[in-house]
């Protein structure tokens, strides 16, 4: 198993190319199911997460090849409708297939995703969606098992919370339903949007992109002409780039970025005294003389993503005076407190507030990556402890950042891919 060994203090400089978002890629590439032709995606991120869906598609009998940054998948020889537990149980995400293929074979097998790391994480929304659409839902052996042998029928949905792959995967369903398809309480997240807007551009009708309410005209189960296209830049990816520059007391410029994604993140920047020049398709965070402390809230965008909330943590560990968090999306997105204790963070917790005291002294030492982001939260940590961090279980960073060292070590930190 790979680890990482990363010596601090140290500062950076320089730029780095923003990846494509995973996130957006993965209903991209989920929603190729829906073509009748093979598809070209470009921007494609280079992480294990895009490599474990493209080898369900490839286990279902689509056909793909990836290239750099781009690839091109063919799903007209899908020959298999089961989504097997080998595969579902190392990403949560393939439930994302559920919609696509539902809508297109008229029945499908999904493994239930079960629990992970940063909460329980049901699919329940996805269900009931999908039931009010006509699909006969069971769940059996581990399995959900969706029929809709007519195909499935536009519905009025209502979802209860927010869900993001929940309102991808209805999105995808309702794109090849019969009839309109309004979606009540639907995620706004700039991931979502692109989904809409690639299918608009595949002949799909769809009003209120970006919007709480879509509506979606479907195509009876008439496949979809999917013209070449690129991945939108990676928010999270940047927004973590940003908090590196921002612990080491760093200069950074991030380039192929979309501020306009990351508003209530640079927002928080700014309250903490870090200063930005921003241009079109780039970003270049200044140091703060002093970091003040900050008040975050984690929400469904437009608001402050969940998905910054641990790299915050460690750049408030910098922070004059105590900083407050609230983790409002998942019950057990905490895993990093004890592990940014390690390295000598003054944190405390009550249930899902958090109160982060600073300026720390961090000191290296062995650290335990529990998930994606908290793996780059203790990265950022690292950077501005004193001495030698090894951050281990570095299979969650790989999951999601394209080459996370290099681009770092092309700054200057001082890090190391070194083996167990
Ligand atoms: C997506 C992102 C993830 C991000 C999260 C929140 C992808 C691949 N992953 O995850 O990086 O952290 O959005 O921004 O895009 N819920 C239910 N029932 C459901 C579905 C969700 O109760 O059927 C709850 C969840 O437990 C959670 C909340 O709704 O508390 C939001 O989850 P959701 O938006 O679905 O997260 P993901 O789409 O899994």
């Given at each position: 198993?790979?680890?990482?060994?990363?010596?601090?203090?140290?500062?950076?400089?320089?730029?780095?190319?923003?990846?494509?978002?995973k996130?957006?890629?993965?209903?991209?590439?989920?929603?190729?199911?829906?073509?009748?032709?093979?598809?070209?995606?470009?921007?494609?991120?280079?992480?294990?997460?895009?490599?474990?869906?493209?080898?369900?598609?490839?286990?279902?009998?689509?056909?793909y090849?990836?290239?750099?940054?781009?690839?091109?998948?063919?799903?007209?020889?899908?020959?298999?409708?089961?989504?097997?537990?080998?595969?579902?149980?190392?990403?949560r995400?393939?439930?994302?297939?559920l919609?696509?293929?539902?809508?297109?074979?008229?029945?499908?097998?999904?493994?239930?995703?079960?629990?992970?790391?940063?909460?329980?994480?049901?699919?329940?929304?996805?269900?009931?969606?999908?039931?009010?659409?006509?699909?006969?839902?069971?769940?059996?052996?581990?399995?959900?098992?969706?029929?809709?042998?007519?195909?499935?029928?536009?519905?009025?949905?209502?979802?209860?919370?927010?869900?993001?792959?929940?309102?991808?995967?209805?999105?995808?369903?309702?794109?090849?339903?019969?009839?309109?398809?309004t979606?009540?309480?639907?995620?706004?997240?700039?991931?979502?949007?692109?989904?809409c807007?690639?299918?608009?551009?595949?002949?799909?009708?769809?009003?209120?992109?970006?919007?709480?309410?879509?509506?979606?005209?479907?195509?009876?189960?008439?496949?979809?002409?999917?013209?070449?296209?690129?991945?939108?830049?990676?928010?999270?990816?940047?927004?973590?780039?940003?908090?590196?520059?921002?612990?080491?007391?760093?200069?950074?410029?991030?380039?192929?970025?979309?501020?306009?994604?990351l508003?209530?993140?640079?927002?928080?920047?700014?309250?903490?005294?870090?200063?930005?020049?921003?241009?079109?398709?780039?970003?270049?965070?200044?140091?703060?003389?002093?970091?003040?402390?900050?008040?975050?809230?984690?929400?469904?965008?437009?608001?402050?993503?969940?998905?910054?909330?641990?790299?915050?943590?460690?750049?408030?560990?910098?922070?004059?005076?105590?900083?407050?968090?609230?983790?409002?999306?998942?019950?057990?997105?905490?895993?990093?407190?004890?592990?940014?204790?390690?390295?000598?963070?003054?944190?405390?917790?009550?249930?899902?507030?958090?109160?982060?005291?600073?300026?720390?002294?961090?000191?290296?030492?062995?650290?335990?990556?529990?998930?994606?982001?908290?793996?780059?939260?203790?990265?950022?940590?690292?950077?501005?402890?004193?001495?030698?961090?090894?951050?281990?279980?570095?299979?969650?960073?790989?999951?999601g950042?394209?080459?996370?060292?290099v681009?770092?070590?092309?700054?200057?930190?001082?890090?190391?891919?070194?083996?167990?």
């Open positions: 198993m790979d680890y990482l060994k990363i010596t601090g203090p140290t500062t950076i400089e320089g730029s780095v190319d923003i990846a494509g978002a996130n957006a890629a993965l209903p991209l590439i989920a929603m190729t199911i829906l073509a009748k032709n093979s598809v070209n995606i470009g921007n494609i991120p280079e992480v294990v997460d895009i490599r474990t869906l493209l080898k369900l598609l490839g286990n279902l009998g689509a056909t090849t990836l290239g750099e940054h781009q690839v091109t998948i063919d799903t007209t020889t899908l020959n298999d409708t089961k989504a097997t537990y080998s595969i579902v149980k190392t990403m995400a393939s439930i994302l297939v919609g696509p293929l539902l809508a297109r074979f008229g029945h499908c097998e999904v493994s239930l995703p079960g629990g992970c790391a940063i909460g329980q994480r049901p699919i329940d929304l996805h269900l009931k969606a999908l039931e009010k659409m006509g699909a006969k839902i069971t769940i059996h052996g581990g399995y959900v098992r969706a029929v809709a042998e007519k195909g499935l029928r536009g519905a009025h949905i209502i979802f209860d919370k927010i869900t993001v792959t929940g309102t991808a995967n209805i999105i995808m369903a309702a794109a090849l339903a019969r009839g309109k398809t979606i009540t309480n639907a995620a706004r997240e700039p991931e979502v949007a692109q989904l807007e690639v299918l608009r551009s595949s002949g799909i009708s769809i009003d209120g992109i970006g919007t709480a309410e879509l509506t979606i005209y479907g195509t009876d189960r008439r496949l979809i002409d999917i013209q070449p296209f690129d991945v939108i830049p990676d928010r999270i990816e940047a927004g973590t780039y940003l908090c590196a520059g921002a612990i080491t007391g760093s200069k950074i410029t991030l380039n192929k970025v979309r501020h306009d994604h508003e209530a993140v640079i927002e928080k920047f700014m309250e903490m005294g870090f200063t930005f020049d921003i241009t079109r398709n780039s970003i270049t965070l200044y140091p703060a003389k002093s970091i003040k402390p900050v008040s975050i809230v984690t929400q469904e965008y437009p608001a402050f993503p969940t998905d910054m909330q641990a790299q915050f943590m460690a750049l408030a560990t910098q922070a004059v005076g105590t900083s407050t968090i609230e983790e409002r999306l998942f019950e057990n997105r905490f895993m990093h407190v004890s592990e940014l204790q390690r390295l000598g963070a003054d944190i405390r917790l009550s249930g899902s507030h958090a109160n982060i005291t600073g300026p720390s002294k961090l000191f290296g030492a062995d650290v335990m990556a529990t998930d994606l982001r908290a793996s780059s939260a203790l990265v950022l940590a690292a950077m501005s402890a004193d001495g030698e961090t090894d951050v281990h279980r570095i299979y969650h960073l790989d999951r950042y394209e080459q996370l060292e681009k770092l070590k092309s700054l200057g930190a001082k890090i190391e891919r070194l083996k167990e």
